[in-house]
């Protein structure tokens, strides 16, 4: 099986942090980015930083709370890109940080909406593509807080739990036609939408071996190692980028 370089790559959420962090580390590789958002100034504003820093942009919006907008997306990004090499499913619905028992069943249902039935519509509708070609790359963006409890995000975390299990399904069903599905692990990250909570991100992340919060960037060159040839023999991993965080 060979595996080439990327040249098309669909990334959710990418009009922000690790996801937009991402639209420019893949064009620096010379990628067409479809970056995906719901807010139209803020997705042109990162085409253009796409385009400078040497990749090609288109954009998309839509809502991925709503399933036929996401099935739309998978749609759109394909007829744009002419088949895309890399899925990133890192768009993501957090809940308040309340308990289990305050979390309204709207709550609950957005957040499975968002974070785990997005991407399998994206990646029902793009994988078996992918498969055909005979190649491609998905990369599942989870959480440490799946595999460590945090006390207040239960819901997300079991939201998180289950997009990791489907990095497992489908490696089984898609791996003997080259695609490849992976999933990177974020702990503590620190964005411009989390700036206001800095200080006490730096105080969790100091309990952690890095004794730091990572930045969006740093997760983004995981996401593009694992979207990439170099990670040609990495199937259905779960890479930990979280300072160390889950064995601590």
Request: charged residues 15%; hydrophobic residues 45%.
């Amino acid at each position: 099986m060979t595996i080439r370089p990327p040249r098309t790559a669909l990334i959710t959420g990418s009009t922000s942090g690790i996801g937009r962090a991402t639209a420019l580390a893949l064009a620096r590789t010379g990628v067409h980015v479809v970056v995906h958002g719901r807010d139209a100034t803020r997705g042109e504003a990162v085409c253009d930083e796409v385009r400078a820093a040497g990749g090609g942009a288109t954009l998309l919006l839509a809502d991925l709370a709503d399933p036929r907008q996401v099935s739309q997306l998978a749609l759109d990004a394909e007829a744009i890109t002419g088949g895309l090499d890399v899925l990133v499913n890192n768009a993501f619905q957090a809940q308040s940080y309340t308990p289990s028992a305050d979390n309204s069943a709207a709550e609950i249902d957005l957040v499975f909406a968002v974070n785990v039935r997005a991407p399998y519509l994206l990646a029902a509708g793009i994988a078996p593509r992918m498969a055909e070609r005979g190649h491609g790359s998905i990369v599942n963006v989870s959480m440490a807080a799946a595999r460590k409890a945090v006390p207040g995000i239960a819901l997300t975390s079991a939201s998180k739990a289950a997009l990791e299990s489907l990095t497992r399904g489908w490696t089984a069903e898609y791996a003997s036609s080259g695609v490849r599905v992976n999933t990177v692990s974020p702990g503590v990250v620190l964005t411009p939408a989390n700036e206001h909570l800095r200080g006490q991100m730096e105080t969790f992340a100091q309990s952690t071996p890095s004794t730091r919060p990572a930045t969006a960037n740093e997760i983004a060159d995981v996401i593009v190692f694992l979207s990439s040839p170099a990670s040609a023999s990495v199937f259905g991993a779960n890479l930990a980028a979280d300072g160390g965080m889950v064995i601590s």
